[in-house]
């Protein structure tokens, strides 16, 4: 890379540092969970919102979705009761901590905000939003090595989700070898073998949330 290029890179990724810690105090100080949902393009994040939205109704949720043009996630999330907000990147492939800074404002009643980062599988790793916990969603139908051909974002996720395991056996992947895979990149990653479809793996992550509000303190909308 030039030089030239490498400083633009380092200066970006410094005030990116430094909205993201403005972003976490601003969620600490209110008590917000935020969990930055990343994953390959037609994973399943925003189903796996519209389903977490429905069955933690006894909690404020607010979402953010970030899509490169489209609103089309943002109208189907916005049919559940929830606070959305949505956010188009224009040409650049993940969210940064400056347009989250922006979003959160708009959502400070909220206990728990879902992010749905872009799709793909590179761009948002060197992104830290502020966010309380990274999430990685892939499903069999992007390959069974998807997992190994992207170490990076794997390495410094909390919780790595595995979806549409009812259709390995048609696209010919090994969810072993998935799983393998994750563990051997993140052996701390919490890993949840999903099928979205049929609401598998689903109480799971469900559980991992509620996990979270409780140890940071967050309230449910009844408290
Ligand atoms: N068979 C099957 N289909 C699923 C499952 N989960 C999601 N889908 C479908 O996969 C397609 C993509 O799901 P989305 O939730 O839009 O995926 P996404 O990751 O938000 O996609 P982008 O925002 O375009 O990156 C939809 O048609 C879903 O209904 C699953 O477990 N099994
Ligand atoms: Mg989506």
Not at 148 to 168: G, Q, S, W, Y
Not at 213 to 222: L, P, Q, Y
């Amino acid at each position: 890379m030039h030089r030239v290029e490498i400083d633009a890179q380092v200066n970006l990724l410094g005030e990116n540092k430094r909205y993201a810690e403005e972003n976490r105090r601003f969620l600490r100080e209110r008590g917000i969970v935020a969990v930055n949902i990343m994953g390959a393009i037609g994973s399943g994040k925003t189903l796996l919102i519209e389903k977490t939205v429905e069955k933690m109704s006894d909690v404020k949720i607010g979402v953010i979705l970030g899509d490169v043009v489209c609103r089309a996630d943002y109208e189907r999330v916005s049919k559940h009761d929830v606070v959305a907000e949505a956010i188009n990147t224009g040409k650049e492939c993940h969210l940064d901590a400056y347009l989250i800074h922006r979003s959160i404002r708009k959502l400070e009643n909220v206990n728990l905000i879902l992010i749905e980062n872009v799709g793909n599988l590179v761009c948002p790793v060197d992104f830290d939003l502020g966010e309380n916990k990274r999430v990685v969603m892939v499903s069999v139908t992007e390959g069974d090595d998807v997992v190994e051909k992207h170490p990076e974002i794997f390495r410094l996720a909390d919780v790595i989700i595995i979806n549409k395991t009812e259709l390995a056996e048609f696209v010919g992947a090994s969810v072993e070898k998935m799983e393998k895979d994750a563990g051997r990149l993140n052996p701390h990653a919490k890993i949840i073998k999903m099928d979205l479809k049929q609401n598998r793996g689903i109480e799971e992550w469900i559980e991992f949330l509620r996990g979270v509000m409780d140890v940071s303190g967050s309230t449910s909308r009844n408290s």
